[in-house]
């Protein structure tokens, strides 16, 4: 069988874990989304952003300081 994404096995009845290849980075929490949905979402810990958490926040670019 060739298998929608999402969906693996011989008759495509596995969904397929998006989060079992770590692809969130700077310790986020990986979070898979509905079954068969290919798709999953990354929470970031607070100085991280982007998709993967991949891109570093800029602290000091609101001029936080005085």
Same mark, same amino acid.
């Given at each position: 069988?060739?298998?929608?994404?999402?969906? %693996?096995?011989?008759?495509?009845? %596995? @969904?397929?874990?998006? !989060?079992?290849?770590?692809?969130?980075?700077?310790?986020?929490? !990986?979070?898979?989304?509905?079954?068969?949905?290919?798709?999953? %979402?990354?929470?970031?810990?607070?100085?991280?952003?982007?998709?993967?958490? @991949?891109? @570093?926040?800029?602290?000091?670019?609101?001029?936080?300081?005085?």
């Amino acid at each position: 069988c060739s298998c929608p994404a999402g969906w %693996t096995g011989p008759q495509c009845a %596995t @969904d397929v874990n998006e !989060c079992a290849s770590d692809p969130c980075q700077n310790g986020a929490v !990986c979070t898979q989304g509905p079954p068969g949905s290919a798709n999953y %979402t990354c929470a970031c810990p607070a100085v991280w952003q982007g998709p993967l958490c @991949d891109v @570093d926040v800029d602290e000091c670019g609101s001029s936080p300081c005085q």
